[in-house]
């Protein structure tokens, strides 16, 4: 063997050491910010971090999740935070997914935010609550031909503490094609006494990433990560009845909030009117359970509402669009001198109509709620 | 043997009458894609600029030193290409770090021209045309600049165009294609002047 074959091999190894060093010394140097120190909430909690990376993996090693979809490759635009410190202007990269609102707030995509200097942020105060569980798939139902009811255990003894309404992130492996992990945010069905426990439905979207993975690989016994709670979906506690909505998987909230309330025996405090809308009686589900709930609970009305009833089944119960079905009962049935607050999750073509019809009603748009689905 | 040119000479030639783009058709793609809006063809000029400078330097010293005296020169393109995006790299975490401003501006293009054919190209022709060390930091930094007039002279032309009349076949690529042809045409009006090779 002549030894000049080896001298290229070894000359392009020895290059690529010499400036993969280089990088990695340049990196250390000048990429080296030290530490800094986040202010959240005007004082209210001070982290020591170390400088360099970006805003949202800083957090996310201390403790603080910021909702992301894409985990911080800059393609979603939910991990806003706003920045009381001047840590300089918008990068391009930012600015397609912030409004000129946000833009002048000087809200941030944290994920494209690199903690140089010292920085005062503003974040909501459930985010601190957030944190990440390791669960196992305990249980999965099929509720209906396309929705399926998955229940996760947590692991280690972990206890969660949210409010009925929130919603956690879901990650599931790679499979098939989809080549990394991916996360998606669902509504918690369970209930929040039920520290042990979180529950979700989850509806198959054609092509969605992980409703066809919860579709079609999800097992029981299956590891799983959670990252909950997050959002500001839960019941405003006031006198006024709640005029609830909801289409498909958007149940999962209202199922948690209503057994929550009759946990803490807060069922018979005000009205409650929910309605639920579906094509046809395939679409239904939790049924029995609604109708022994309304009949238990006085305040509790429940009104399913099918759009295509199928010819010859003998569905006694609402017809018609839930729009058309939610105008006639805001006209007629509930009582109009009462304060009413609205809560709504589901599609945002069904939350936009049923938003314009609650406002038709004079119902005051800072009194309606709502989680739309993404 | 290295040519006997006057450094002003090629400075100016670089620039003019062999620009990289409007001569040699390099670079062509951000070229076409980044000369629609003046204020980002702007930054990817300056970076060019930059880029080419340091990277022809670079490489210059790395044939020398290590290609040539270990007889590997057919090497060059794969070891100009790793010099070029650890270089690219490097300085993108010393613009970020030294200034916000220069950052916003020209680092964020950075990435974009690592795999640059402009960039590789200029590489080429130091080792083809067997530039000292001074003629090809100099070659560098002209091909740069000439990089740097032909897209904002294409950019400023697009703005214009916007508002012209231009048939719907021809809309987009089709006439910015056409107005690169004329330019090509107006740059090698200089070419009678003076020809480096």
């Given at each position: 063997m002549n030894a000049a074959y080896f001298i290229a091999p070894a000359a392009i190894a020895t290059i690529s050491a010499v400036l993969a060093a280089?990088?990695?010394?340049?990196?250390?140097?000048?990429?080296?910010?030290?530490?800094?120190?986040?202010?959240?909430?005007?004082?209210?909690?001070?982290?020591?971090?170390?400088?360099?990376?970006?805003?949202?993996?800083?957090?996310?090693?201390?403790?603080?999740?910021?909702?992301?979809?894409?985990?911080?490759?800059?393609?979603?635009?939910?991990?806003?935070?706003?920045?009381?410190?001047?840590?300089?202007?918008?990068?391009?990269?930012?600015?397609?997914?912030?409004?000129?609102?946000?833009?002048?707030?000087?809200?941030?995509?944290s994920c494209q935010v690199k903690l140089k200097t010292d920085v005062a942020i503003e974040v909501p105060e459930y985010l601190f609550k957030v944190q990440q569980y390791d669960g196992v798939v305990e249980s999965i139902k099929d509720v209906t031909h396309d929705i399926k009811e998955v229940y996760v255990k947590l692991?280690?003894?972990?206890?969660?503490?949210?409010?009925?309404?929130?919603?956690?992130?879901?990650?599931?492996?790679p499979y098939g094609k989809i080549r990394e992990r991916t996360q998606r945010a669902?509504?918690?069905?369970?209930?929040?006494?039920?520290?042990?426990?979180?529950?979700?439905?989850?509806?198959?979207v054609p092509g969605g990433i992980v409703t066809t993975y919860v579709h079609e690989h999800m097992h029981e016994g299956e590891k799983m990560k959670v990252i909950a709670p997050f959002g500001e979906f839960f019941v405003r506690e006031t006198d006024a009845a709640m005029i609830c909505v909801a289409g498909g998987s958007g149940m999962a909230p209202f199922r948690s909030i209503f057994y929550d309330r009759i946990a803490k025996g807060k069922m018979e405090e005000r009205d409650i009117w929910y309605f639920f809308g579906a094509r046809t009686e395939k679409d239904l589900f939790y049924l029995d359970e609604l109708k022994k709930m309304e009949e238990e609970h006085e305040c509790f009305h429940f009104i399913?509402?099918?759009?295509?009833?199928?010819?010859?089944?003998?569905?006694?119960?609402?017809?018609?669009?839930?729009?058309?079905v939610l105008d006639k009962?805001?006209?007629?049935?509930?009582?109009?001198?009462?304060?009413?607050?609205?809560?709504?999750?589901?599609?945002?073509g069904m939350l936009d109509a049923c938003m314009a019809v609650m406002r038709n009603h004079e119902m005051q748009d800072e009194k309606i709620y709502f989680d739309k689905f993404a | 043997m290295t040519p006997v040119i006057s450094p002003f000479s090629l400075f100016f030639a670089s620039i003019f009458t062999s620009n990289i783009l409007l001569a040699n058709f390099l670079g062509m793609c951000s070229f076409i894609s980044i000369s629609k809006d003046m204020k980002s063809s702007n930054g990817l000029g300056l970076a060019v600029v930059v880029v080419l400078t340091v990277t022809t330097g670079v490489n210059w010293a790395v044939l020398h030193l290590i290609l040539i005296p270990l007889g590997l020169v057919y090497l060059r393109f794969i070891v100009f290409i790793i010099v070029i995006a650890a270089v690219v790299q490097m300085l993108e975490m010393i613009i970020?770090?030294?200034?916000?401003?220069?950052?916003m501006s020209l680092g964020i293009f950075l990435p974009l021209?690592?795999?640059?054919?402009?960039?590789?190209?200029?590489?080429?022709?130091?080792?083809?045309?067997?530039?000292?060390?001074?003629?090809?930091?100099?070659?560098?930094?002209?091909?740069?600049?000439?990089?740097w007039l032909a897209i904002m002279l294409l950019s400023a032309m697009r703005k214009k165009i916007e508002k012209a009349p231009v048939p719907a076949g021809l809309q987009g690529s089709g006439i910015t294609m056409i107005t690169i042809g004329f330019m090509a045409m107006a740059f090698m009006g200089f070419s009678g002047m003076l020809q480096v090779q």
């Amino acid at each position: 063997m002549n030894a000049a074959y080896f001298i290229a091999p070894a000359a392009i190894a020895t290059i690529s050491a010499v400036l993969a060093a280089l990088i990695s010394i340049t990196d250390s140097i000048v990429n080296n910010y030290g530490d800094v120190v986040i202010n959240i909430n005007d004082g209210s909690k001070e982290l020591d971090v170390k400088g360099g990376a970006n805003m949202l993996v800083t957090l996310a090693e201390t403790g603080i999740f910021i909702p992301s979809a894409c985990g911080g490759r800059g393609s979603c635009g939910e991990c806003k935070v706003k920045v009381t410190s001047d840590i300089g202007p918008h990068l391009p990269t930012e600015i397609p997914y912030l409004s000129k609102e946000q833009l002048s707030e000087n809200v941030r995509l944290s994920c494209q935010v690199k903690l140089k200097t010292d920085v005062a942020i503003e974040v909501p105060e459930y985010l601190f609550k957030v944190q990440q569980y390791d669960g196992v798939v305990e249980s999965i139902k099929d509720v209906t031909h396309d929705i399926k009811e998955v229940y996760v255990k947590l692991s280690d003894g972990a206890e969660v503490d949210f409010r009925a309404g929130q919603y956690g992130q879901i990650e599931v492996p790679p499979y098939g094609k989809i080549r990394e992990r991916t996360q998606r945010a669902y509504s918690m069905a369970s209930v929040p006494a039920d520290t042990t426990h979180l529950g979700f439905l989850i509806r198959l979207v054609p092509g969605g990433i992980v409703t066809t993975y919860v579709h079609e690989h999800m097992h029981e016994g299956e590891k799983m990560k959670v990252i909950a709670p997050f959002g500001e979906f839960f019941v405003r506690e006031t006198d006024a009845a709640m005029i609830c909505v909801a289409g498909g998987s958007g149940m999962a909230p209202f199922r948690s909030i209503f057994y929550d309330r009759i946990a803490k025996g807060k069922m018979e405090e005000r009205d409650i009117w929910y309605f639920f809308g579906a094509r046809t009686e395939k679409d239904l589900f939790y049924l029995d359970e609604l109708k022994k709930m309304e009949e238990e609970h006085e305040c509790f009305h429940f009104i399913a509402a099918l759009s295509e009833p199928e010819e010859g089944s003998g569905w006694s119960g609402e017809t018609g669009l839930i729009t058309e079905v939610l105008d006639k009962y805001l006209k007629e049935i509930v009582p109009s001198d009462q304060p009413k607050e609205g809560y709504l999750c589901g599609s945002p073509g069904m939350l936009d109509a049923c938003m314009a019809v609650m406002r038709n009603h004079e119902m005051q748009d800072e009194k309606i709620y709502f989680d739309k689905f993404a | 043997m290295t040519p006997v040119i006057s450094p002003f000479s090629l400075f100016f030639a670089s620039i003019f009458t062999s620009n990289i783009l409007l001569a040699n058709f390099l670079g062509m793609c951000s070229f076409i894609s980044i000369s629609k809006d003046m204020k980002s063809s702007n930054g990817l000029g300056l970076a060019v600029v930059v880029v080419l400078t340091v990277t022809t330097g670079v490489n210059w010293a790395v044939l020398h030193l290590i290609l040539i005296p270990l007889g590997l020169v057919y090497l060059r393109f794969i070891v100009f290409i790793i010099v070029i995006a650890a270089v690219v790299q490097m300085l993108e975490m010393i613009i970020d770090r030294v200034s916000q401003t220069l950052y916003m501006s020209l680092g964020i293009f950075l990435p974009l021209i690592t795999v640059n054919c402009a960039i590789l190209g200029v590489s080429l022709f130091m080792e083809i045309r067997n530039y000292s060390f001074i003629q090809s930091i100099i070659f560098g930094l002209g091909s740069g600049l000439g990089w740097w007039l032909a897209i904002m002279l294409l950019s400023a032309m697009r703005k214009k165009i916007e508002k012209a009349p231009v048939p719907a076949g021809l809309q987009g690529s089709g006439i910015t294609m056409i107005t690169i042809g004329f330019m090509a045409m107006a740059f090698m009006g200089f070419s009678g002047m003076l020809q480096v090779q």
